[in-house]
């Protein structure tokens, strides 16, 4: 009998699984198009990080309602806040394993490309809608597949100009390696670090399908510029800098 009922639980679970991963490989044809559109990268974790967020994120507003009714009817809960900071500790340990490797950028292809690229996920669902659920999340998982292969292989320009306050930046690729030249200017470097997170990064994955600056040019840089970029080496990621 207890064989028979746990056989029963694992079955569900399986299939509930399998229902979850089903609905986010659904869930990618409409918000990797919005991401590219945006210039942000799309992380290969991205339908495992949902699937254990989702029950986290639920325990998480359980232990909430709880608490805030027992404040509210004045009733001892020690021992749930205690659980609930734990259970916070424990999900921010979980964070710091994510990895930037895993994440993967496209460049801009158009906007019609990425409706079409939406439009072959709802094509895709609708042929495959009285087929086991198996046969379906293979088959919607092979057409994600192939659409990012797609999009990762369109061609990219070469160079590019970006704008950072009055002064101009030059961005070229070869060998898919950028290298940014920055001329001699003076900048804050609070107003330099907003830049290279919302205009820089954005532009450079919706140019080139990446950020990794491998080479920094300085043109006769100031005292303060010259430390300020040698400083956020780790942030910016580059492997070499030069002086011209």
């Known amino acids: ?63 909430s309602f709880i608490i805030f009714s027992t404040e509210i009817l004045l009733i001892p809960n020690t021992f749930l806040c205690t659980a609930l900071n734990s259970f916070c500790t424990f999900w921010l340990k979980i964070l710091t394993l994510g990895s930037p490797q895993w994440l993967i950028g496209f460049a801009y292809p158009g906007f019609c490309i990425l409706i079409l690229f939406a439009l072959s996920g709802i094509a895709t669902i609708w042929l495959s809608r009285s087929w086991r659920l198996g046969y379906r999340t293979l088959f919607l998982g092979g057409v994600l597949t192939l659409g990012l292969t797609i999009l990762k292989q369109l061609p ?21 390696k950028l290298t940014l030249t920055i001329p001699r200017m ?43 970029i040698e400083q956020r080496q780790t942030e910016l990621g580059y492997q070499k800098l030069v002086f011209a």
């Open 186 to 228: 003076t900048i804050h470097e609070q107003n330099f670090k907003r830049w290279l997170t919302r205009t820089a990064r954005p532009t450079l994955y919706k140019t080139f399908g990446h950020a990794e600056i491998y080479t920094i040019i300085l043109i006769n840089p100031t005292t303060h510029e010259r430390e300020m």
């Open 1 to 63: 009998m207890l064989k028979k009922i746990f056989a029963q639980i694992l079955i569900k679970t399986v299939h509930s699984i399998a229902w979850a991963i089903y609905i986010q490989l659904a869930i990618s044809f409409v918000y990797i198009p919005i991401l590219i559109y945006w210039g942000l990268p799309i992380s290969y974790m991205s339908v495992i990080g949902n699937l254990i967020f989702t029950p986290f994120l639920f325990l998480f507003i359980f232990l």
């Open 156 to 176: 990219v320009t070469s160079q590019l100009t970006l704008a950072c306050g009055k002064n101009t930046l030059n961005i070229t690729q070869s060998n898919n």
